[in-house]
């Protein structure tokens, strides 16, 4: 897989490992009832967007990001031999990054993958769309990518599934969870000082159907893609104002005035971690 001529990058030691893992979860743990909106006029920079680890964002170097949006391809057929489950479930979320660039790496296991359950050929238009909506931040400079459809250049891959599944392989459905991210990310300083990283992508599932099975609606899945999108750029938490994009809720669909805002915010800052 080509990265092209970055950073010079291979892990360095185990504290590589224990401070470089920061996983973005789409909609993780959604509370049955909505909390009451914050005053949605009110624009701010929410502290969530910031990792247990610290801040995380690419770097200029690092651009313009290349993003593969597959037709459709699903990970679910990878499966783990010992537990008889899709090595791509949440349970082992850390390991997404490296198990796509072992697919990018062996194109017979790549042109084996196949076609989610549920999707439809507008969902690769809705992700589109909704990944795209980024673009705007373009012209100020902080940060820039482009689609591509070769897999084998790309940064950011995204992918389909029927329905999350746990390390037992049971269907999850709760909390109505439409997308995860996964990232790898490496300390900043180290490698500054000379250190080098083995960068592996990010990975991007969003679901393609609803919890009765029927097809994920287009404009859900368009606010699923601009949500996963935000994570996979580094806003690593999500907001506790329901309106904005980045909440847990997805707000409109929309990237919000403080989403916005935070991404400004975010890139202004000096990265403890980059993807």
């Keep these: 897989m080509k ?45 969530e967007f910031k990792s247990q680890f610290g801040v995380i964002r690419w770097l200029k170097e690092q651009m313009p990001l290349r993003v593969f949006i597959s037709r459709g391809l699903s990970l679910d057929s990878v499966i783990d031999p010992q537990l008889g489950a899709p090595v791509a479930n949440v349970d082992n979320l850390s390991a997404w990054p490296g198990l796509v660039a072992q697919l990018i790496e062996n194109p017979q296991q790549w042109n084996s993958l196949g076609i989610a359950e549920g999707y439809v050929d507008g969902h690769y238009q809705a992700a589109y769309e909704g ?29 389909f599934t029927k329905q999350f599944v746990n ?12 997308g995860y991210t996964s990232k790898t990310n490496f300390p900043y300083k180290a490698i500054l000082a000379g250190g080098q990283a083995n960068f592996k992508p990010v990975v ?42 980045m909440s847990v809720y997805y707000g409109r669909g929309v990237i919000s005035p403080s989403d916005a805002a935070t991404l400004r915010y975010l890139y202004r800052l000096q990265p403890d971690l980059i993807p």
């Design 131 to 159: 990944i795209a909506s980024w673009k705007v931040f373009e012209k100020e400079g902080f940060l820039s990518y482009q689609f591509t459809n070769d897999p084998s250049e790309a940064d950011i891959y995204v992918f």
């Design 204 to 245: 991007i599932v969003l679901r393609t159907t609803e919890g009765r099975g029927g097809s994920m609606p287009l404009g859900k899945m368009k606010a699923a893609a601009t949500h996963e999108f935000g994570h996979a750029l580094g806003i690593e938490g999500h907001s506790t104002n329901a309106s904005d994009l």
């Design 3 to 47: 990265h092209r001529a970055r950073l010079t990058i291979c892990i360095i030691g185990l504290l590589f490992a224990m401070l470089g893992l920061s996983v973005g979860k789409a909609s993780a743990q959604r509370q049955t009832q909505r909390p009451a909106q914050q005053n949605p006029g009110a624009v701010r920079v929410y502290p």
């Design 167 to 178: 390390k037992m392989g049971m269907a999850l459905f709760a909390n109505d969870i439409r």
